[in-house]
């Protein structure tokens, strides 16, 4: 398993930003994905799931109405695209598949800042 994130960056309240995370070594059209972040201090929590096939979507509350997850199975690939961003948004994000993988595998994430 290897899972590249990408896309993170520094925007002021209220931009955008869209997350990327490249899927390797295992069959991804089998697995639900997830993005999660981990704030400075706290633990890391899930933003947003989507199913294998793309139909069905979850959100954390915080981040509903803000936030997109989709994904592309052509390209093992799966996106979030994130509007309207806050101060509290502040993380680095990660991608997982569900389940995690044996080892529990995580990549190196992406950060995300947002202050003005």
């Known amino acids: 398993v290897q899972l590249v994130e990408s896309g993170g960056g520094s925007v002021q309240p209220g931009g955008s930003l869209r997350l990327s995370c490249a899927a390797y070594?295992?069959?991804?059209?089998?697995?639900?994905m997830r993005w999660y972040r981990q704030a400075p201090g706290k633990e890391r929590a899930m933003v947003a799931s989507?199913?294998?096939?793309?139909?069905?979507?979850i959100y954390a509350d915080s981040v509903k109405g803000r936030f997109t997850i989709s994904r592309d199975n052509a390209k093992n690939t799966v996106y979030l695209q994130m509007n309207s961003l806050k101060p509290e948004d502040t993380a680095v994000y990660y991608c997982?598949?569900?389940?995690?993988?044996?080892?529990?595998?995580w990549g190196q994430g992406t950060q995300v800042t947002v202050s003005s």
């Open positions: 997982n598949r569900q389940p995690l993988s044996p080892n529990k595998y």
């Open positions: 070594g295992f069959p991804f059209t089998w697995y639900d």
């Open positions: 989507i199913t294998s096939a793309g139909g069905s979507t």
